[in-house]
């Protein structure tokens, strides 16, 4: 193996690496129309919003975590993804409507129209996705 290869690896260490597979279906979250779809939704079952900074590095980080939180068992779980940046209008209204003080990361568990658990920042890796299912 070539020097080059050791520090880029080479073609063939490029091809054999399995591709990732991820349970976690995002719902885009891009019309302030979609919160009362998402209130009615969470009469019935557990609704998460994942609030994401692409420009915040952090940000960046803890939704990779959390991404890779997600097994088999939880990729029927609701989880919608909000660009803070494109969409910050939603954000307001998803502070007013559900009572949660703005934080980026940020995620917000809904059941019964209401926020029944939130978290920033790092905190949003220790949820428990099974109590949810």
Sequence with gaps: ???FSNIFGSKEDKVSKPEENTYLNWLPLNAIEQLEEI??????EYVFIFKHS???????????????LFKEEHQ???VYYLDLLNYRNISDEIG????VVHQSPQL???????????????DIV???????I
């Design 54 to 68: 692409t420009r915040c590095s952090i940000s960046s980080i803890v939704l990779k975590r959390f991404e890779a």
């Design 96 to 99: 007013h409507t559900f009572q």
């Design 76 to 78: 029927a779980l609701k």
């Design 39 to 44: 209130k009615q939704t969470s009469k019935t």
């Design 1 to 3: 193996m070539g020097i």
């Design 108 to 122: 917000i568990i809904l059941k019964n129209g209401i926020s029944v658990q939130n978290a920033s920042h790092y």
């Design 126 to 132: 220790n949820t428990d996705l099974s109590t949810f």
